[in-house]
């Protein structure tokens, strides 16, 4: 009986320890590999562009548990309004 308990809070003890850590995004603006150029604007139509901005991301996660990132949107904002 002894035996089972103690494996039930070892086994608690471990899964928790695994669950330690969290998911960091970090970007970062770099230049295109095409252009070598931070940023290109294209003229889509009349009064009409289109803003290419490279950004290099990477999702670190430190825990010992797999994590899946379903969805990942970027928005733009100039001046605190969204573009």
Known sequence: MTGTVMFVIQSTMKYLFKRRGNLYIYF???PSIITSKPMCKLKEAENLYRIQVPLWIEIHNTK???Q???DFN???YYKNKKV
């Open 28 to 30: 970062k603006h770099v």
């Open 68 to 70: 899946i990132v379903r």
């Open 64 to 66: 010992e548990i797999k």
């Open 74 to 76: 970027i928005e733009g």
